[in-house]
């Protein structure tokens, strides 16, 4: 069951409603139009999306304002590949209008200015390809179409937690011929580690996640592990990059951090 100290749980339809993606930045600059100090980016999130995004709006790249000023310098985000949902609806902010939003982990704190002094922003271990889909079964298809169709009470109803990988051992590799599933120990904070199950494709080194801070979903419903986790009773999954690499902090923090 899930921990009842994370959230309402949540099925697999509704995490994969949550665009989450990885974007390159293409520039980013200060934005002198908000109260509270943010950045400018401009994303590259992969030709079919920004195809789409131009013929809207007629801009190459997507624009997001993002609330990293206390943990970044801007020398830190040039050419970066971070972690976003692209499908919010666009949004002022200041002078800027947003086009999607840079998600970022931050320590749970009741005051939002102390939760916005500890954010850093999410990025892949590895190189992927702009536009990969960051997901739960390995799912290697890109976005390709933005409905903008995400209410923000969808995303924040994901409990996307921060956690150190204690131990990984191989399950099995026979659920599909290019998969393998794999079980983790996962310290997210507290007195005790979680058991943690996940989706990887074969060429993926899993000792590479031992030690490593990784993102994973808390309260995924049992049952749906269960369904598609060959009866797991694990109770948080691991988000990987289409199987092929996890996604980590930009920089260390304490395990329990929640992604907003």
Known sequence: MADPNFATTVTLAQFQK???TIAKV????LNRTTTIPSYRFDLDLGPSLTTEHSNL??????????QLCSNHELSELQEQLVMCVYNVPRKQIG?????????GAQEVLDDPAARR???VFMKPADPVTPGAQIGLLAEENAYAINERNLD???FTALDLRIGTVVSVTL??????EELLLIEMEVDLGGSVTRQAIGLVRKKFNIESLIRRQVMV?????????????HGSDADVVLCTVAGKTFVEPAKVVANGYKIA
């Open 26 to 29: 293409h520039a980013v600059e």
């Open 171 to 176: 399950k099995t590799s026979s659920m599909e």
């Open 117 to 119: 002094a500890t954010t």
């Open 18 to 20: 949550v665009g989450l």
């Open 152 to 154: 923000w009470n969808e």
């Open 95 to 103: 002078k800027v209008m947003s086009d999607c939003l840079i998600a």
């Open 57 to 66: 709006t007629r801009k190459m790249h997507y624009v997001s304002s993002a």
């Open 217 to 229: 979903l808390a309260n995924f419903d049992s049952e749906e592990i269960s369904r598609y986790f």
